[in-house]
């Protein structure tokens, strides 16, 4: 079976549908706090069920469009044993790094190959929480990395879009880092 039947299986929607290509709603918080809590809830199951069968050596992460929401959500999951879950709600990025690199990244919902990415290496995002507050926070290198991808798909972007011109994914097959961190310069 493929990465990508695997993934669809675990109710990850798949690249080509319409709801990966369109702007996220944003929730009204605090008035949507239910809505909300049940989308972070549906989000959390997924992540879990997709993390049974598919280690992350880079972390993890899933937005609500990904399992068929159009709403602004997604969740990251750091590396690290006691790294708790990043929930993201309504988040957009205000401010980013001039300084970037570029890494392989791979998404659910086209998990058959992998694409070379540049992103910042640090990237400042607000955030509204659950009570309707708007929190803002700094993050780096591999983190920065995988909220940037989350808030992508909340965009309606994949990281296909920020490939540089002429480069394409490759299989899986002939990805050699699964299973590695990304690598920072020091």
Sequence with gaps: MRPSEQMRDLGV?????PVLAEAARAFDLPTEREAAEQVIEKLFTAMERIGQVHPFA???GIAAPQIGFSRAAAIVQPVGPDTPP???LNPRITD??????EQFEGCLSFFDVRGVVPRPL???VEATTLDGQLTTTAYERGLARLIHHEIDHLDGLLYTARMPDGVAPVPVEQYRQTGQAWAYEQ
Aim: hydrophobic residues 35%; glycine residues 10%; charged residues 30%.
């Design 13 to 17: 929607v798949q690249e080509g549908e």
């Design 58 to 60: 880079k972390g993890m």
């Design 86 to 88: 990043i929930v993201l």
């Design 122 to 124: 640090r990237i400042t």
């Design 96 to 101: 980013c790094s001039i300084e970037t690199d």
